[in-house]
C-alpha cells in the first residue's frame, strides 16, 4: 500500500531522525522554570512561549511512537501531535498543580486520533464481509486488540490495527461545528473529570509512590517485610506464620510491625508537604 510504503520509506525515516537530532540540543524545564516561563507567555512574551513549547517537542515524539503502526507517516503523526501540544499550551492553567507534559498527553493524543480517523473516512467501512465482522465484533464486545480482532473476522492484523480507530471513533467529529454552536466537545456534558484534573490526579498518584517509596526505605529489611506482608498483601499474613518465617515469637513480630507503622506514620508526615506542595 502507498502509505504503507511511505510509512517505512527511508526518507521518512530518515526525516524523523534528522528531526530528533535537532531536538537533541533542547534543554528540559524544571517544574518551576515551566511555571516562569509559562506565566512570561501569558503575559505575551512570544519568545518565552516558543522556549515552553520547544521543552516538550521530545515528548511529543515519544507519544506518536505509539500510534506508528496506525498505517499513517510517522512525520504526520509527530505533527498532529505537536499541534495538539499547541492546544494544551494555550489551555493550560497555571492555577492547576501540573506539569504541561502531563496534561498535554491528553490533547496530544486527541490530535492524533482524530488525524488518524479523518484520514480513515474516506475509504467506506465495511465494503468486505470480514470488515463487517470487525464491525459486529467491535460493536457487541468492544475488542480492540487488533490480534484477536483479526482472529474473529478474518482480516489480516495489519489491516484490523489500521481499521480500528475507525471502528472506536464516533460518527461525529467532536471539533464539528454548527453555523450558531460551537464545536461538539464543548456541549458534551458529563459527570468525568476535566484533563486538567485527570493530568493532575495522576501526577500527584506518581509523587505520592514516590513518598511511599521513601518512607519504605526509611525501614530495616526485616520491618519492611513485616509491612509487605502484614499491611500490603490482599491476604495478610498471620503473625504466627511471620514468627515462624523470621525465627521469633509472634508478639516480637507485632512489636516489630507497630514500630515500622509508627516510622511509616512519621516520615509520610514530613513528606505531606513535599507531595501536595
Not at 117 to 130: M, Q, S
Amino acid at each position: 500500500m502507498r502509505s504503507e510504503a511511505r510509512l517505512h520509506s527511508p526518507s521518512s525515516l530518515q526525516a524523523c531522525h534528522a528531526y530528533q537530532r535537532d531536538l537533541g540540543s533542547i534543554t528540559a524545564l524544571d517544574r518551576e522554570t515551566e511555571r516562569a516561563v509559562a506565566a512570561e507567555w501569558r503575559a505575551g512574551n512570544e519568545v518565552a512561549g516558543r522556549r515552553l513549547i520547544e521543552a516538550c517537542l521530545p515528548f511529543v515524539i515519544s507519544i506518536a511512537l505509539e500510534y506508528r503502526r496506525w498505517g499513517v507517516p510517522l512525520e504526520d503523526i509527530i505533527q498532529q501531535g505537536n499541534l495538539g501540544l499547541l492546544k494544551a499550551a494555550r489551555k493550560f492553567d497555571l492555577s492547576k498543580d501540573c506539569r504541561l507534559a502531563t496534561y498535554a498527553a491528553y490533547w496530544i493524543r486527541a490530535e492524533i486520533r482524530e488525524y488518524v480517523v479523518r484520514g480513515f473516512r474516506v475509504v467506506r467501512l465495511g465494503t468486505t464481509k470480514a470488515e463487517r465482522r470487525a464491525l459486529r465484533a467491535y460493536r457487541t464486545t468492544g475488542e480492540n486488540d487488533p490480534v484477536k480482532l483479526a482472529s474473529v473476522s478474518g482480516l489480516t492484523v495489519e489491516r484490523a490495527t489500521m481499521l480500528l480507530p475507525v471502528l472506536a471513533a464516533r460518527e461525529t467529529s467532536l471539533d464539528a461545528s454548527t453555523s450558531d454552536m460551537g464545536p461538539s466537545v464543548e456541549r458534551l456534558a458529563g459527570g468525568d473529570p476535566s484533563p486538567e484534573e485527570e493530568s493532575s490526579a495522576r501526577e500527584l498518584r506518581a509523587r505520592a509512590k514516590k513518598a511511599v517509596a521513601r518512607a519504605l526505605s526509611s525501614l530495616s529489611e526485616r520491618e519492611r517485610m513485616i509491612v509487605r506482608e502484614r499491611m500490603m498483601a490482599d491476604d495478610p499474613t498471620t503473625l504466627e506464620q511471620l514468627g515462624v518465617t523470621l525465627g521469633v515469637s509472634k508478639e516480637r513480630v507485632r512489636q516489630i510491625e507497630v514500630c515500622a507503622r509508627g516510622k511509616l506514620k512519621s516520615s509520610l508526615g514530613m513528606l505531606h508537604e513535599a507531595v501536595i506542595g
